[in-house]
């Protein structure tokens, strides 16, 4: 079984407490790893020496050219980890071994990759425009990082979150400090293991799991820490706001989602079918950009929940260790009653039932939890089924008569983070996705975003946006520096003013 400490500053180290825990796989049920788990007295260690690192450098310092080269020749050891990091975001946190292999980690490795680069490429000065008013100055502005930065990931893409959160924080000169979910701790503390074998100065990055209300709060609370970057639920998000406020920190939350997936008349079903099952199903659903309220035209209405429900139905769910799952469990009980419970709700609201909404027990490990991929049919957008965050494989199809309608309901969410269009018809998918009020909106395909581009949700879905020169600038102060031109006293405007 693999076992990991925690990384503050640069060591591999045990809680004060001595705690520990193991880390379920959810394909079995079976311990992935033990972790020991950080309380708040080891969060405010690890603080303590992101603090020593973001006050006496060399790293905060450095030219963000150095910086970043460092992160780059880091990139060469984190890429030769690929399958092995793979294997336990499979073992951990149930990502099937494809979508481990040929998506979450590569592309996850692309964000270190690019906004490395990034970050030693951009302006770290601006110019700002000559006022000349009151008096003419030598004035620009300069980007300086916070100094440290707190962290919170959730359990769903533990090395994802954490490779977007690590590299911009870092190659823009802060020092941070990483909470992993303590559900699914164990790829990040992986990745620790590699940080520790690079010239990124201890203290830079420091990774504790521990549970939210002792060792997040304690994060979230430290007064030595400046700037939150928080990725999980909106209710949790809330109260990271709320708790930030006590010592005013800059605060950025990405946070959950009901994608509305709008499908217009002309759309090419052959592609709109099945785009609109990884809308959903991607990681049984587990990922807050799922487009789970797909609009379908009336006219198409039978025809589209028919081939939707065949293709569901034809898809194998199993151990996500196995290759030929294209599906495989949620997370663990709590997450499956989550899920069960909705369905009942969807049912008692009058929702139809047209595939799926059970626990799959034949030919599955015994200890793991697999939904059936479930599709609900004549479901009302008000209905709690498509207003609230399943965050399972539920899809809910919702009827809709004109376009203009579609819109409307898509919009009518308290979230606000993804949506997407399917059409043969460009300019027209277009017009429809420019009235989407959405941080990402798709045409003809989903989840798919680029390390150069922003995300982010508007609403209840967040506050900020990561990623490219967007995600960089949100780990930098902004300061302004005036140098006054005039050589003498009497040239001055205060002497006018105060007459000192
Ligand atoms: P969660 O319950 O909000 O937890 C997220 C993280 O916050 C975990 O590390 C959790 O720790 C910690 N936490 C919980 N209570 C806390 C508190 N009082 N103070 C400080 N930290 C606290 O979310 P989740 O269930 O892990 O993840 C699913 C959610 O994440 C969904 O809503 C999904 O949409 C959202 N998400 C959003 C994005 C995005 O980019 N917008 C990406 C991925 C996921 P423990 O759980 O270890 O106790
Ligand atoms: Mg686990």
Redesign the pocket.
């Known amino acids: 079984m693999r076992e990991y400490k925690l990384f503050i500053g640069g060591e591999f180290v045990d809680a004060a407490s001595g705690e520990t825990i193991d880390t379920p796989n959810p394909s079995t049920g079976e311990p992935a790893g033990r972790v020991a788990v950080a309380g708040a007295e080891d969060v405010q260690r690890a603080v303590g020496a992101a603090r020593k690192a973001a006050d006496e450098g060399p790293w905060p310092t450095m030219k963000p050219q150095e910086r970043s080269r460092i992160m780059l020749d880091a990139f060469e050891k984190i890429f030769a980890a690929s399958s092995d990091i793979s294997q336990i975001e499979t073992e951990d946190a149930g990502h099937t071994v494809r979508m481990s292999n040929l998506f979450t980690v590569p592309y996850s490795n692309e964000f270190w990759k690019f906004l490395s680069d990034l970050g030693g490429r951009i302006p770290y000065t601006e110019k700002v425009e000559p006022y000349g008013f009151p008096t003419e100055a030598w004035e620009w502005v300069e980007r300086e990082p916070y100094g440290v930065v707190g962290a919170?990931?959730?359990?769903?893409?533990p090395y994802?979150?954490a490779m977007?959160k690590i590299p911009p924080a870092v190659v823009t000169g802060n020092a941070i400090v990483v909470?992993?979910?303590?559900?699914t701790?164990l790829s990040a503390l992986a990745l620790a293991e590699i940080i520790a074998e690079t010239d990124i100065p201890p203290g830079v990055i420091n990774i504790v799991?521990?549970?939210?209300?002792t060792?997040?709060?304690a994060?979230?609370t430290d007064p030595r820490v400046d700037k939150l970057s928080?990725?999980?639920?909106?209710?949790?998000?809330r109260?990271?706001m709320q708790?930030g406020s006590g010592t005013i920190k800059h605060v950025s939350?990405?946070?959950?989602?009901k994608g509305p997936n709008i499908l217009l008349d002309d759309a090419d079903l052959d592609i709109a079918i099945p785009g609109s099952l990884w809308a959903t199903y991607m990681h049984q659903g587990?990922?807050?950009?799922?487009g789970t309220r797909l609009f379908a035209p009336a006219s198409l209405y039978d025809e589209v929940t028919a081939r939707l429900v065949e293709l569901a139905e034809s898809l194998t769910v199993g151990s996500a260790e196995d290759f030929s799952s294209d599906m495989g469990p949620v997370l663990n009980q709590t997450?499956f009653g989550t899920i069960d419970r909705y369905v009942q709700i969807g049912q008692d609201e009058g929702a139809k039932l047209l595939t799926g909404g059970s626990r799959i027990t034949e030919g599955v490990p015994e200890g793991g939890y697999y939904y059936q991929p479930t599709i609900f049919g004549d479901v009302e957008n008000s209905m709690v089924i498509a207003q609230e965050?399943i965050?399972g494989p539920v899809l809910s199809v919702i009827r809709y008569e004109a376009v203009e309608d579609a819109i409307r309901m898509a919009n009518d969410t308290v979230y606000g983070?993804s949506g997407g269009v399917w059409s043969r018809d460009i300019p027209r998918a277009l017009a429809v996705a420019r009235r989407i009020k959405a941080g990402s909106v798709w045409i003809n395909d989903w989840h798919l975003i680029s390390p150069a581009s922003p995300?982010?949700?508007y609403k209840q879905?967040?506050l900020g946006r990561?990623h490219g020169i967007w995600g960089l600038n949100q780990y930098l102060e902004t300061k302004y520096i005036r140098v006054a031109q005039e050589a003498t006293k009497d040239q001055k405007f205060w002497y006018q003013v105060l007459g000192v």
């Open positions: 919170i990931i959730p359990w769903n893409l994802m979150m977007w909470k992993p979910a303590l559900e701790p799991p521990g549970h939210g209300p060792a997040g709060e994060l979230v928080f990725t999980g639920s909106t209710e949790v998000g109260r990271i708790l939350l990405e946070l959950g989602g587990q990922f807050c950009t799922s997450q965050e965050f983070l995300h982010g949700g879905s967040g990561e």
